[in-house]
């Protein structure tokens, strides 16, 4: 790090002016704030490229602090210089993406204590650096001890059907014809003259690509397959993310339009009842949901009003209210069933509101608002389904909220049927344990769902029916469909929808469950038994992970891979699933690298991917 710059002094100054008063600090004019910034660019790449530790990181994070200080628009005008002069996204994206996020990162900084909890949660997640800290104790408050009841076994009655989508990331924009072989995460749009239909080699088809966010038709044909597919279904759960990943164009007017295309969409398809879900993608600024108690004129209440009027036509009006200030937060009765849908945005690491100089508890009062909701359900007698955006135990989810979360999940586990989430774009699991320490059948709790992604840019697009049990509401067997964008005939007659498996067909046999036992509830101990089998049979190992996106680009994972993976899917709690902080690998704008990777679809900051790149560029020279 270099020692002689402005920045430098104006650090030193600061935090001299800290520790003895007072102090003199030259005063700042226009011209030295232009040099400053000047100096800034080169000493905090220097800071970040030779940032190996978690104190170097806090060193990184006191130079920030300074640029913050200074203001919004000067902390947005570094950032994006940085974002440039990294290349890691073309000069309209950086700016973009910065100018949105840059003032959320700037509030947190400001009121950021170096050395703090918050401070090494934030160098752990947007670094890399620091290792997440333990878990800061509490113990939620319940309204009466834990029941001794458990699980109830199946009724053997006939079976209902629930359908259940998520992450359709519609981009209306999309235009058959467009280039998908461009310069950004999301493409088929006409970006650039030479991007436009007709003026490029790569024209995409009218039905999505996989580079591409998905088109209208492609909506369109999801909700007619889920009517035909499942015509009597008893009600549709859809777990977020409505709009698209071309995050630095996406303002308020687009996601107000957005949503509601999308759920009068659904509406008009006749799809039976949907419960939707707060997506981290359903705001502009992305990511951005400010608790309650943040003060800020960044508000994503316009986000809250307008899911709340589309949802109200299948909630009625006044479960609605409640998710307009709860934050998008609602609890609606079915029968005997109590459906309940959170806000996962208030646990979520890439939500940079949550970063406040002591991180919140219980932002906006959502769990203790859950543990009424859900000791109303016991009390009435009633099962419950949780559905939520961001799976609870997954590597983007504070240990905080995640813990806090499963000790409301341990207490009422005879109450909640299963949990549903999507927001990883992939096939996959999560089974909840009372005791981490000993994962076993016997100890397996709770099931969390988590659907596969209707967008194909990392997948065939699908979508799943489940079949349930109308006492319990046990889950009883998921099916999934999906349409295969690799036929010859996908672009010309579009998605044909196909049965892709049954778990209970796919699975059952590797547990000791007969598949043709259709009262069968697949229980937390079902998928505990399956992740054991994965372990030792490579073979359904193999046949999991292919499934996880739909067979598209499935790559090897054995050895440590295959043990990491079913951590995972052992872990509905964040800080059991094995995944620790380190510099991750994102490659520089879309598909660099010859194997086609590119950053994860579920962290869209750009903020955080870059400070990673440089990280990660600096441990390769
Ligand atoms: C995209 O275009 C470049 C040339 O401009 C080409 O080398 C590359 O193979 C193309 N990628 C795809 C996925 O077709
Ligand atoms: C919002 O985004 C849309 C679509 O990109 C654009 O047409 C519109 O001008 C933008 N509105 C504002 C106020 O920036
Ligand atoms: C899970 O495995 C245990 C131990 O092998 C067995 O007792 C139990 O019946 C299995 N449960 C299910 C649902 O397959
Ligand atoms: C391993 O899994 C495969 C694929 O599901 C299955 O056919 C095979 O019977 C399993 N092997 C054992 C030993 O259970």
């Known amino acids: 790090m270099k020692t002689s710059s402005l920045l430098s002094s104006l650090v030193f100054a600061t935090a001299v002016s800290a520790a003895v008063t007072p102090v003199m600090v030259p005063p700042v004019t226009p011209r030295s704030i ?78 950021m204590s170096i050395g703090s909890h918050t ?73 650039t003259t030479a991007d436009a239909p007709g003026n490029n080699d790569y024209p995409a088809g009218a039905y999505g690509n996989h580079a591409c966010d998905s088109p209208v038709t492609l909506e369109e044909s999801l909700y007619s397959a889920a009517k035909t597919i499942a015509p009597d279904a008893a ?4 777990t977020g993310d409505v709009v698209e990943g071309a995050i630095w164009l996406v303002n308020e007017t687009e996601v107000t339009t957005d949503l509601q295309d999308a759920y009068a969409m659904m509406a008009s398809y006749g799809l039976p009842t949907v419960y939707g879900v707060v997506g981290n993608h359903d705001t502009a600024p992305v990511n951005s949901w400010p608790p309650a108690d943040i003060d800020t004129t960044i508000s994503s209440q316009w986000a809250y009003d307008t899911l709340s009027s589309a949802w109200a ?74 559905l939520g955006h961001m799976p609870m135990g997954s590597s983007n989810t504070l240990y905080d909220g995640s813990n806090y979360f499963q000790q409301i999940v341990d207490r009422y586990e005879a109450t909640i049927a299963a949990l549903f989430f999507g927001h990883t774009h992939k096939d996959e699991f999560e089974v909840a344990y009372s005791d981490y320490t000993a994962r076993s059948a016997a100890n397996a709790i709770a099931m969390s769902y988590i659907a596969p992604a209707l967008t194909p840019t990392s997948g065939m697009p699908a979508f799943r029916v489940y079949s349930v049990d109308p006492f319990t509401y046990g889950v009883l067997d998921v099916v999934t469909y999906a349409a295969d964008m690799s036929s010859p005939t996908y672009d ?4 044909v929808w196909t049965k892709y498996y049954s778990a209970k067909e796919a699975y059952g ?13 697949l229980t937390p101990a079902f998928w505990h038994n399956l992740t054991e089998v994965l372990l030792t049979n490579q073979t359904a190992f193999d046949e999991y992970y292919a499934r996880k996106s739909r067979g598209y680009d499935v790559s090897s994972c054995t050895g440590d891979c295959v043990t990491s993976e079913v951590c995972l899917l052992q872990s509905a709690e964040a800080q059991y699933n094995c995944w620790t902080p380190s510099v991750g690998i994102h490659f520089s704008k879309r598909d660099e690298g010859s194997d086609g990777h590119k950053h994860d679809e579920c962290e869209p900051s750009l903020t955080k991917r870059l400070f990673h790149h440089i990280r990660a560029s600096a441990e390769k020279k």
């Not at 130079?63 to 200074?70: K, M, S, T």
């Not at 909630?315 to 937060?329: E, K, L, Q």
């Not at 010309?492 to 998605?495: I, K």
């Not at 046999?509 to 509830?521: H, I, K, R, Y």
């Open 235 to 238: 009600f549709t759960i859809f």
């Open 119 to 191: 401070s090494e949660v934030f160098c752990a997640y947007v670094f890399g650096l620091c290792s997440l800290p333990a878990v800061r104790s509490y113990s939620v408050p319940f309204p009466s001890a834990k029941p001794a009841t458990s699980r109830p076994a199946s009724s053997g009655k006939t079976p209902i059907q629930v359908v259940h989508f998520s992450d359709i990331h519609v981009d209306r924009f999309y235009e058959t014809g467009a280039s998908y072989n461009c310069t950004k995460n999301i493409c088929c749009r006409p970006y």
């Open 492 to 495: 010309t007659n579009g998605p």
């Open 509 to 521: 046999p590797l547990v000791g469950v007969d598949p043709s036992d259709t009262a069968a509830e």
């Open 313 to 386: 036509q299948w909630i009625g009006s006044s479960d609605a209210a409640t998710a307009d200030t709860n934050p998008g937060a609602y609890s609606a009765v079915t029968g005997n069933l109590r459906i309940i849908s959170i806000n996962t945005n208030m646990y979520y690491e890439e939500n940079f509101w949550l970063y406040a100089a002591t991180m919140e508890t219980d932002p906006s009062g959502q769990l203790a608002w859950l543990v009424d909701e859900l000791q109303a359900a016991e009390t009435a007698g009633q099962r419950v389904w949780l």
């Open 34 to 111: 232009e040099a400053l910034k000047r100096s800034t660019v080169s000493e905090i790449w220097d800071a970040i490229e030779s940032a190996a530790s978690c104190a170097a990181c806090e060193a990184v994070l006191t130079l920030l602090q300074v640029v913050a200080h200074l203001g919004n628009d000067d902390f947005v005008d570094v950032i994006t210089e940085i974002c440039i002069l990294a290349g890691i996204e073309d000069t309209d994206v950086c700016e973009g993406s910065i100018a949105l996020e840059g003032p959320i990162i700037a509030h947190d900084l400001r009121s």
